[in-house]
């Protein structure tokens, strides 16, 4: 029999497989999902219709919480930031953003990232390993106990749950397709999570093959490409992915996924002072946007760790945002959240030997 750690990382198959192995009813696969995602239990004896004898069974062969809290830091516009270590002694961020009665959580999903992106605190950590799909749903399941625990409402005025999905936490997405794939499928499920695709969005630095693998998955998610630059000279110096795979291939690619999806996608472009928020960087973006079905999401560069790199003047920023929208491309500037608490977009980065326990509460 293949033991597996998290319980949530299995799929109804896999579970059936391992219940049928074990004696058990394969029917109780349905149950016990529906136990671990719609209720969101935090134990096995919380499976009210599941045997006690079949509890034990699980509860010798499985854990349901693969991590635990560490620190939580609270930001003056509401966001939070929680860092957890996982089962074999790393340590991941996961941040929420609460936006009138909504609330969106960017997850991580691989501890670190081999991308070496300048921009970004996460990519001078290194890679580690990636996460398992169970350990990425409980980032999220970790939320809504959060948000019951603390009785915050949402939209409904009922308890509030996470609305929307942003896998642009720490790691590379797409260099853990099998696991994100998995996840993005969980919480697509009609009978669990049933999480629409367009509130599910998936952030690449623009690994192209497996951006044709995410298709050919149909993988249940949205598309962004964080662009960050107009040219390639420019590009392979803040993202070294751009040597393997310059801005062409990249088009190519998010232009077959537009083709194949009919999805339009979001290039994510940092605006850093004389490199990408000039003129010349202005004309290349609309050169690019405007024969696509596309919008641009832009994003002030938050402070990192490259001497090199600064953010623009607000004048600047709304000099180049007028250049773009001149030419009727769709791009909006992303305000800052949680930057005071180093969760802004670039920022997710902890030094593992200096990690403060606090806040160590069950969420």
Not at 27 to 45: G, K, M, P, T
Not at 308 to 329: D, G, K, M, N, S
Request: hydrophobic share 35%; charged share 25%; net charge neutral.
């Amino acid at each position: 029999m293949v033991k597996y750690k998290d319980i949530k990382s299995l799929t109804t198959d896999e579970l059936k497989e391992w219940l049928n192995a074990a004696g058990e009813k394969p029917f109780r696969a349905e149950q016990i999902q529906n136990w671990l995602f719609c209720h969101q239990v935090r134990d096995f004896s919380e499976m009210n219709n599941v045997p006690p004898s079949t509890q034990a069974k699980l509860a010798a062969e499985f854990s349901i919480q693969s991590l635990t809290p560490a620190h939580r830091a609270d930001s003056s516009d509401g966001t939070l930031k929680w860092l957890y270590k996982t089962y074999d002694g790393h340590f991941i961020e996961t941040v929420m953003i609460p936006t009138n009665g909504r609330f969106s959580v960017c997850v991580s999903t691989q501890v670190g990232c081999a991308m070496n992106c300048s921009f970004c605190r996460t990519a001078k950590m290194g890679f580690t390993r990636n996460l398992e799909a169970g350990e990425i749903l409980e980032e999220i399941i970790r939320v809504n106990w959060h948000l019951k625990d603390s009785n915050t409402l949402g939209e409904d005025g009922k308890i509030a749950q996470v609305t929307n999905i942003i896998f642009m936490g720490m790691g590379e997405p797409l260099n853990n397709l099998e696991n994100v794939h998995r996840t993005c499928c969980t919480l697509h499920h009609q009978k669990l999570f049933n999480m629409g695709r367009k509130r599910m969005t998936l952030s690449t630095s623009g690994i192209v093959p497996k951006i044709k693998e995410l298709v050919d998955r149909n993988t249940p998610c949205c598309l962004a490409v964080s662009l960050n630059s107009t040219n390639n000279e420019r590009r392979s110096v803040v993202m070294p992915v751009n040597d393997t795979w310059p801005i062409e291939k990249l088009l190519e690619a998010t232009d077959e996924y537009t083709r194949r999806t009919d999805n339009y996608v979001t290039f994510e472009f940092v605006l850093m002072k004389d490199v990408t928020c000039t003129d010349i960087a202005a004309k290349e973006l609309i050169r690019i946007c405007a024969p696509r079905r596309c919008k641009v999401n832009a994003i002030v560069l938050n402070p990192a760790d490259d001497p090199t790199l600064e953010a623009p003047t607000p004048e600047e920023v709304e000099h180049f945002l007028a250049l773009v929208r001149a030419a009727e491309i769709q791009i909006t500037i992303r305000n800052p959240r949680g930057r005071d608490i180093s969760a802004a977009c670039g920022q997710l980065a902890y030094n593992q030997q200096k990690v403060v326990y606090a806040h160590t509460e069950s969420t």
